[in-house]
């Protein structure tokens, strides 16, 4: 204490600024050590308290039924003939004809796209019986082609349903000789998908909320989502004579009743709960 009060007053002002500093020095630095061990204390709590979660899934289906607004058909011609030439030329003629009667009734160019063309030889092989059982047999003929085939197809979309028998007749009468279909879509099925997940949330939702009374659980956050789902198009398959083409007699256009598609969406749901 004397060496102090031996000291000038600037020693002396010094000295109380350099305790002052060390003073505010140890204080901040105890203050930062506090805050973090205090937060570290808040996660090793937090951490704790979630031990006992645990997650479980739920599952939840929703389904809306719409009338369909679209026919899909596929149409093809088949030609065959021992001349590549008079293959293609049948073929191109009866496609031709399809496709411009396609369009005089009322299908639109976009609606009609070519799916598959195709000429595949036809062969003939040498199938002679052998002269003797017991003997082994001669050498075989390399098969020969015996003609071609060409097929081609068109996937077609008919938006007026009310003409889907005339055109599947029409189509048959103007050369196609393969038709499947109409497969009955919805164009755009976005709002009727939209509603069916509503639905299927809500009963994934009434679902949780009994299993998880009857457990003696709680929620404590969703911890994923996921959807999948659509709908199965009604399909009906046709074949040449349900037009009249494989038989005597002509029939009349057949009667095509799209009905209602059902479109279904399923969501799968993970709750975390205590």
């Known amino acids: 204490m004397l060496i102090y009060q031996d000291l000038s007053d600037a020693q002396k002002k010094f000295i109380r600024r350099l305790f002052s500093a060390a003073f505010l020095f140890v204080t901040v630095f105890f203050a930062a050590y506090a805050v973090y061990y205090a937060a570290l204390a808040v996660d090793t709590w937090r951490d704790m308290k979630r031990t006992d979660a645990f997650q479980i899934a739920v599952s939840g289906e929703g ?28 073929n191109t003629e009866k496609y031709n004809a399809v ?44 098969p020969v082609i015996a003609g071609y085939e060409i097929t081609s197809t068109l996937q077609v979309k008919v938006r007026n349903l009310d003409s889907v028998g005339t055109i599947l007749d029409g189509a048959v009468s103007s050369g196609a000789n393969e038709v499947h279909g109409p497969s009955f879509t919805i164009d755009d099925k976005t709002t009727y998908k939209d509603e069916a997940k509503k639905i299927a949330v809500e009963n994934a939702r009434a679902s949780a909320k009994k299993l998880f009374k009857n457990l003696g659980v709680r929620i404590v956050r969703v911890a994923g989502f996921s959807e999948s789902g659509g709908y199965p198009p009604i399909y009906y398959p046709r074949t040449m004579e349900a037009f009249g083409k494989g038989g005597d007699m002509a029939a009349p256009a057949p009667s095509i009743e799209p009905g209602e598609n059902e479109v279904r969406v399923m969501v799968n749901v993970i709750y975390e709960v205590r």
């Open 63 to 90: 389904s809306v039924f719409a009338v369909p607004d679209i026919a899909a058909l596929s149409i093809g011609v088949r030609s065959q003939s021992k001349l590549l030439k008079d293959a293609q030329s049948d």
């Open 99 to 142: 496709v411009a009667f396609l369009k005089s009734n009322g299908v639109e160019e976009k609606d009609i796209k070519t799916s598959y063309y195709n000429v595949n030889p036809q062969y003939q092989y040498d199938n002679r019986p052998c002269p003797l059982g017991f003997l082994p047999c001669p050498p075989r003929d390399p």
